[in-house]
């Protein structure tokens, strides 16, 4: 069985920095996409950023560029969101992703994964 395990979401302050990390079993990132989605009360599940497998490509939602990355260590089969300059609006649960292949931008959407971590929740206090 494939589980992606999301996990380090927790309460930071505005301006501060947190890092979520996922761990999968039961497929390898050389054959997926990995990233992560969120979702805030009342709104829709959005795309945060994600790598983009065989070509290494990795894209960001606008509203995160210059603050988010996200990094990989495949020896632990682990990808992580490094969060940083945090603002209250990022506060939201958010949940690590996979897809077969690789992808772009347009097809980082929800319909569009293959697997799902549980949520995390990040809130960010002002």
């Known amino acids: 069985d494939v589980q992606l395990q999301a996990s380090g979401g927790g309460l930071v302050q505005a301006g501060g920095s947190l890092r979520l990390s996922c761990t999968a079993s039961?497929?390898?990132?050389?054959?997926?996409?990995i990233g992560w989605f969120r979702q805030a009360p009342g709104k829709e599940r959005e795309g945060v950023l994600c790598?983009?497998?065989?070509?290494?490509?990795?894209y960001y939602a606008d509203s995160v560029k210059g603050r988010f990355t996200i990094s990989n260590d495949n020896a632990k089969n682990t990808v992580y969101l490094q969060m940083s300059e945090m603002k209250p609006e990022d506060t939201a649960v958010y949940y690590c992703?996979?897809?077969?292949?690789?992808?772009?931008?347009?097809?980082?959407?929800?319909?569009?994964?293959?697997?799902w971590g549980k949520g995390t929740q990040v809130t960010v206090s002002s």
């Open positions: 039961g497929l390898t990132f050389d054959d997926y996409s």
């Open positions: 992703a996979a897809v077969f292949g690789p992808v772009d931008w347009r097809l980082w959407v929800p319909r569009g994964m293959d697997y």
């Open positions: 790598m983009s497998k065989f070509d290494g490509n990795i």
